[in-house]
């Protein structure tokens, strides 16, 4: 451990500063991506329209123009550099996978020949045994696909080790079946286009392009210094420490946060930042986060699918520069313990270049009233599926940070803000619903008054924040794949929408109602059945967990209590009615969600009993030693020796021993199933698994420094 602090002292980094005159922005943006401009150089111009086609609209792809894409994409490839291709897809681990090729084949006649044809652009197969697939797939039958996802382009990744074409792709078994993430969030994209289309029509709308989801990821995480990390096998095992008092100094002061960014940092942040320029990735804020050592990086909002993929380059490009300055960054939810931790806010919204958001209030009566129904339409979405949309970031790094007081509770609720909530007050309570009474609302004739921007920063206590122009979902954990949450936020909203044009349909061509007034019943209707989700108070206070509980609102703490929810006949009615997820894919992920709790708490119960044992323990005995052997050489001299040091420690000690073996039988333990291994895991042993850290924590504050081995919170917080 001293040795770890003198090396950080040691560390220089350098990194070129970035510079928009050296480095033109038109240059460097995107510079690695078979974007529109290098299709439009390389490709043929009927091939490049009917690419275009589909990535626009969605359009099934004309399978004969894959060969001249994939020659183009070669040329470009290999022209700059590219010695591999590579399809890159997101299996249920929630991380990339790649699977590398070169792009060399021998020619038969003792040379070779650069190949890449359409059929290999479109389609690969790599050895998918080693993938969770939950059941989909034996592993004799361990073929599974990726498919060339068309709508987000091919890059090229450039590392110490050369340079690679990637391609994203969906991953699939051999019955079609979805094993990534990215599948089910294609299919809930078409789902969202199809039912707000559908309800834009009946608004009178003719004549509109594809409508989108939109996800705008901030990303936190922290950075500890790489001596520190090695020095801690739970940091790099586990992705949080296991054990670690208090630091003297917390993050009360606040002075982080307000503060300038360390040198090391903004050389790595300015690294962060070109490397992602390159990849088209749109960064635009850093800044660092309340807690010591953590920070924050936050692109433009895209369409949901690019926007995910690029999230998962933020992640690895974090992870890969760190490395290049002496640092490990952090994804986990919750690497220190009373420390804040980190999370995902995933700012969510639909709609197109021809409407902008449709969450948007705009300007006149008409688009206020549209903007209000969608509106409802979410919180209907949110009232009925709260636990579906909870299971959607439900894992076991992120139980640390749901509902502990600085990250949103457990339970889903709508923060609207004082002006729009009073506005659905107002509709809930007229009667007349044409009321032409002063002072009342009229949907659809009068305009609202101006929403603030941003009103979701005055309330960070929600886990649903409505934010001028899109909700916030701020739910999700540092270390999750987005895919999960907004697939789940497409799905319950295209149900909404549904809903909402059935019961439109009705009301205008069955009972003869006017738009106007139709619409306006219709939130009226969700407004006094859902308004239970709408809350913008407080929600760390403990007042709330109560008041919640009389609204009918789940308060599920942990992922073995909310995970049951995605599986549930409602929800398997849900995802097969909009085509997302099949039941047999619903079995299948549930199943593996199971399974990676029980492997994450598993690992980490494993790891804290090693560390104790062979860490801990030993530097603990030999301090008592030392303090024993005093107290001996003390009373033969004839002197009194301070007995309270050595009792608290042999106390702690024994308490110490006792729950490692307690945990040890645990382990042993045998289970009917997974759910059922998972709430033993949850309820039986993170208890003694907390109480082992208590006892190892108190010894950390008495054993002598110079014998502690592990690096402690404050050297790792604070030390840059
Ligand atoms: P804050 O920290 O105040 O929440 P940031 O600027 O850090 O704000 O992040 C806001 C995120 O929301 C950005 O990614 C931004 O592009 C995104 N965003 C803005 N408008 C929309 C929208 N209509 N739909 C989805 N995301 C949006
Ligand atoms: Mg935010």
Redesign the pocket.
Known sequence: RLNAISAVNKTTSTSKPLNFLEEKPTDLFGCNVFNDKVMQEHLPKPVYKSLKRTMENGEQMDPSIADAVASAMKEWALSRGATHYTHVFYPLTGLTAEKHDSFLEPDGRGGAIAQFSGSTLIQGEPDASSFPNGGLRTTFEARGYTAWDITNPAYLLENDNGVFLCIPTAFVSWTGEALDKKTPLLRSNQAIHTQTSRLLKLLGHKNFGRIQN?????QEYFLVDRNFYFARPDLYLAGRTLFGAKPAKGQEQDDHYFGTIPKRVLAFMIEVERDLYKLGVPV??RHNEVAPGQY?I????EDSNLANDHNQMIMSVLKSVAKRYGMACLMHEKPFAGINGSGK?L???IGNGDFG?L??PGETPHENAQFLLFCAAMIRAVHKNGPLLRSSVACASNDHRLGANEAPPAIMSIFLGQQLTDIFEQIKKGDEVTSKAKGILRVGVDTLPPLPM?A??RNRTSPFAF?G??F?FRAVGSSQSIAGAQLILNTILADSLDYISNRLENLMYGENWELNDAVTKIIQEIIQEHDAVIFNGDGYSSEWAVEAEKRGLANLRTTPEALPALNTDESVKLFESFGVLSKRELDSRTSIFFEQYVNAIQTEVGLAIKISRTSILPAAVRYQTELARNCLNMKELGLGCVQGPLTTLTENLNGLESAANELETMLTQKHSDEQEHAQFLCNKVLPVMTELREYADRLEEIVADDLWPLPTYQEMLFIK
């Open positions: 939109f996800a705008g990821v901030e635009k804020t924050e936050a692109p433009m909002f806010h700012n969510y919204s958001s969450f948007d941003d979701g920063d934010t122009n899109r916030e």
